[in-house]
């Protein structure tokens, strides 16, 4: 094991090993070796049938007992046996195999059991992602809702004049107020680059180019505070904590820590904006520690050493998640936390008696008791940015600000990219190849409480869609800040 790394995940370790879990099942498993992160000085660009066919028995191994929607792939008609015996029948008469042509077609086999966003095959020279994510497309044309339906308000097309009433599909309109209080934009969600969009008006089809407004890109983990008298605003690139030792270490304990601490010192601002558009993810304490502080009046700065209280407040508000626990999630837990500086006893005694007696786990959190509404909750506006690039703890940041702010939170933007299901999401390293393969070992159910959120994939959708220059336009809508407005005048194209 060269390197640990974590990819696009909200990783919360912490709050599994506080939480009272509730056994739903056990049952015996085998016991081998757990390889994490990646080594690709020694990666293997062709194989031996019989070293692939051994990295496929590990690979089954790591799904069957460490991957959560392990029972779901199993329910959709996943069988560890056929895959074996199509490797056997594909591959079992060549003297040597192609890697990455090989893992393709594992990612293609395993295609259809997977609905997880996250989940990803990865080579040295490429990542195989069975579930893709979608993306907001739109048109230039505008409609205005009436008590009688949509009408044509505005339109780049010279065969569309203005006042004809719109009978195609709901799914292509996207509320968009900066245009108008009861404005919304004509768009799709795809996949694929449409290109055009057909679209009813009048009874009638009518074909309108269709954009893509591109997406701001990050390449390190950046923080920004912008403040006036009534708003502040926060753009975090990422929420990825580096490894203890890493020369980015020191840089990003600093930055998240403001960020989780920004309660301390602008809960009497009117509004709260916190810009994750481009943030991939990362660890999801830090949101949480701010969350918790906003609800809670907590002035205290964020500290990793101080987080009992935290833990607990948060703990009695957990809704029902479920995760395994077996050999292979607490040896990968242990080298997890080892790289983030978090050595923890009781987890490597853990660990010491599973290998000694293997045994798959399913535990689950039920929900303590229902959230009581504190009047000492921030009572200002938390807006939160986000768009395609937005994932993972950028997501479960949205859901929890939410569930906790109501409509006090307002999410503006595009779509996100939709990975919020899964967590602890660790890369398991293959044996013979070196290829890893990307998945957690936790369900996490709040997403699916939440309207906004739809579906691996698919992600969060904003209360108000907006993109370009009427970002800010929308975000002064909101906050009726003309001084944060000026400041940021060029929050179009970058995070500021």
């Not at 509404?373 to 940015?385: D, E, H, M, S």
């Not at 949205?398 to 990975?419: H, R, S």
Request: glycine share 6%.
């Amino acid at each position: 094991m060269k390197k640990l790394t974590l990819i696009l995940s909200l990783f919360s370790l912490c709050m599994i090993l506080s939480a009272k879990p509730v056994l739903l099942s056990e049952s015996p498993c085998e016991y081998m070796e757990t390889f994490v992160g990646f080594d690709w000085n020694e990666y293997k660009s062709m194989l031996t049938y019989e070293e692939l066919s051994s990295d496929i028995n590990q690979l089954c191994y790591y799904l069957q007992n460490a991957y959560a929607d392990y029972e779901g792939m199993c329910g959709r008609g996943f069988s560890a046996s056929e895959l074996k015996y199509q490797i056997f029948v594909t591959y079992s008469k060549n003297e040597k195999i192609d890697t990455r042509a090989a893992f393709k077609f594992i990612a293609d086999f395993l295609e259809p059991f997977i609905s997880d966003r996250h989940f990803s095959i990865i080579t040295k020279m490429a990542v195989f992602e069975p579930v893709k994510s979608s993306r907001f497309f739109y048109t230039n044309t505008f409609v205005e809702k009436s008590d009688d339906g949509f009408y044509l308000l505005q339109s780049d097309s010279e065969n569309l004049s203005k006042g004809m009433k719109f009978d195609g599909a709901s799914e292509n309109l996207f509320y968009y107020p900066v245009k108008g209080k009861n404005v919304w934009r004509i768009g799709i969600i795809s996949v694929e680059n449409p290109k055009i969009l057909s679209v009813q008006f009048e009874g009638k089809s009518f074909l309108l180019p269709v954009y893509d407004d591109g997406a701001i890109q990050t390449s390190s983990i950046r923080y920004h505070e912008l403040e006036s008298d009534d708003s502040v605003y926060a753009s975090l690139s990422s929420f990825w904590l580096p490894e203890k030792g890493s020369q980015f270490r020191k840089g990003a304990d600093i930055v998240l820590s403001k960020y989780a601490s920004l309660a301390s010192k602008y809960y009497d601002k009117k509004n709260i904006i916190i810009d994750l558009r481009g943030n991939p993810g990362g660890v999801g304490t830090y949101s949480e520690y701010l969350f918790y502080s906003l609800y809670t009046n907590n002035k205290k700065e964020f500290s990793w050493k101080k987080l009992s209280k935290y833990s607990k407040w948060f703990e009695s508000y957990i809704s029902n998640e479920k995760w395994i626990e077996s050999p292979v999630t607490l040896e990968s837990y242990l080298k997890f936390s080892e790289m983030l500086g978090f050595n923890d006893a009781k987890l490597s005694s853990n660990l010491e008696k599973s290998r000694q007696k293997p045994v798959r786990k399913i535990f689950g959190t039920q929900k303590r008791k229902p959230l009581e509404k504190n009047k000492k909750a921030f009572p200002g506006k938390i807006i939160i940015l986000i768009d395609r690039n937005s994932l993972s703890a950028s997501e479960n940041t949205v859901v929890l600000a939410k569930k906790l702010f109501g409509d006090n939170a307002v999410i503006i933007g595009e779509k996100t990219g939709g990975c919020c299901e899964y967590w602890d999401n660790i890369d398991y390293m293959l044996p013979d190849s070196k290829v890893c393969v990307h998945f957690g070992s936790q369900k996490n159910a709040k997403p699916e409480e939440s309207e906004l959120w739809h579906g691996e994939g698919f992600g969060i959708y904003p209360d108000y869609w907006s993109i370009g220059e009427d970002l800010n336009d929308t975000i002064f809508l909101v906050t009726d800040d003309s001084e944060m407005k000026e400041k940021l005048a060029e929050i179009d194209s970058r995070l500021m």
